[in-house]
Every structure is written in C-alpha cells, then in structure tokens.
C-alpha cells in the first residue's frame, strides 16, 4: 500500500518563527489532506490539497503530486499552533486513506 | 449540519466484556470511515463503507472487530471480549465521492479496557 512520511518528527519553536512541515508519499493520490490534531484529540482539517497551492490566514500548503510531495507552512506561529500535524493520502488505485505518522509541533511563549 | 458526530465519547470497560460504538455522518455523505488511534501515533486505518457495501475490511485488527452501516447512514464499531490492548481512541469520518473525497472527522470514543 502507499507510504507517507513526515518530517521533521518534532519542532520546537518560539512564538512569531515561521516553519515548514514536509509530507512524502509513494505513489499517486486522489487526495491528499492536512490536519491538526488538537489536545483533545480532535482532527481539524487545514486543507484539502491533492494537487496546487492555497492559503488560509497564517498557514499555506503546496503539493506537488508529481514529485510525491506536499509541504505546509505556518508563518508567524502562535502558541495556539501547538499540536500534531498530520498528512493523510487516498491513493489513486483504490488504496485506503492513510495517515503520516506526524509532527508534533510545540510554540514556546 | 452539525459535522460527524460520535457516541459515546468515553468508554470505561471491563476487559471480557463487548463494547459498540455508533457514528453519525455528515448527511449526505456516502463514505464512512473507521480508525484507530493509540498514544502518540497517527490514525491506523480499520475499514470504509460506501453506502451500506463495506468496501475494505481487511485492516481491521482481529475477528473480535466487526463494523455495520445497514442503511447507507450511521454506522457502528463492535468489539467482542475487549482487551486491554484494545485502550485507544476511535475515531470515524464521512466524505463525499464527488466531487472529492475531503474527509471529516468526529471526536471520536475513548476507549478504556480494564
């Protein structure tokens, strides 16, 4: 089945640094979606991104599904930011959505 | 539209014992999505419905897992003689198919096996 690798697996940050969150996967997609996990466990979608560029407010995710790869960016982090990212892909070939195994991001005040 | 919804959202159970689980899907949402998720690690995938046809089952963990969606609308998680090890989060989302498969997420059930 595919594969999806995240990176870095943890980042520390001080509040107002910007970061950048990578995804890798194995093989085609149909979807690809970024979520954040919040400390009640609730997945929070951020973008709905198979292909392209979007931007949301602070946050801004690219892929590049010809190269395997979908990158997000959290500019001006705030503590609020902290938590677990996720990237999750549905393959084009009728595989299961699958999850990364995330980054935990921390914003220190 | 209120979102996914999950019930119920903590479960405290002896092990031996049965637990069900129930999702309630966005309306209008013909897939349905069940996951697993234990301290510090992502969601583990368990099985999805189209409509009422359960299209893959074969993530689920063992025979003591079971899943039903009998009208194409809520569904349900079983598990039968719980284990401690069965202790984690599960959790359900519901997407369309067209035009994309954007899925949504509930706030799942934690469970507990003691």
């Known amino acids: 089945g595919i594969q999806v690798e995240q990176s870095p697996p943890d980042l520390i940050l001080q509040e107002g640094a910007n970061s950048t969150l990578r995804c890798n996967f194995s093989?085609?997609?149909?979807?690809l979606q970024w979520f954040h996990q919040n400390p009640w466990g609730q997945l929070i979608n951020l973008f709905y991104i198979p292909s392209g560029t979007k931007q949301n407010g602070r946050l801004s995710a690219t892929t590049v599904a010809t190269e395997r790869y979908s990158l997000l960016y959290i500019s001006s982090s705030q503590t609020t930011d902290s938590g677990v990212y996720f990237c999750?892909?549905?393959?084009?070939?009728?595989?299961?959505?699958?999850f990364g195994p995330g980054t935990r991001l921390s914003v220190l005040p | 539209d209120t979102g996914v919804s999950q019930d119920p959202r903590h479960k405290i159970t002896k092990r031996g014992q049965n637990v069900t689980f129930r999702c309630d899907p966005i309306s209008e949402h013909n897939r349905l999505y069940w996951y697993r998720q234990t301290l510090g690690q992502g969601p583990e995938f368990l099985t999805y419905?189209?409509?009422?046809?359960?299209?893959?089952k074969s993530r689920l963990l063992s025979d003591r897992f079971s899943a039903e969606r009998p009208k194409g609308s809520f569904s349900t998680l079983e598990i039968q003689r719980t284990e401690q090890g069965d202790s984690a989060m599960y959790l359900c989302a519901s997407s369309l198919v067209v035009p994309n498969t954007e899925a949504f997420f509930g706030q799942g059930t934690r469970l507990t096996v003691v």
């Open positions: 999750a892909v549905d393959g084009a070939y009728g595989q299961n959505f699958v």
């Open positions: 419905f189209q409509n009422e046809a359960q299209l893959e």
């Open positions: 093989d085609s997609v149909n979807n």
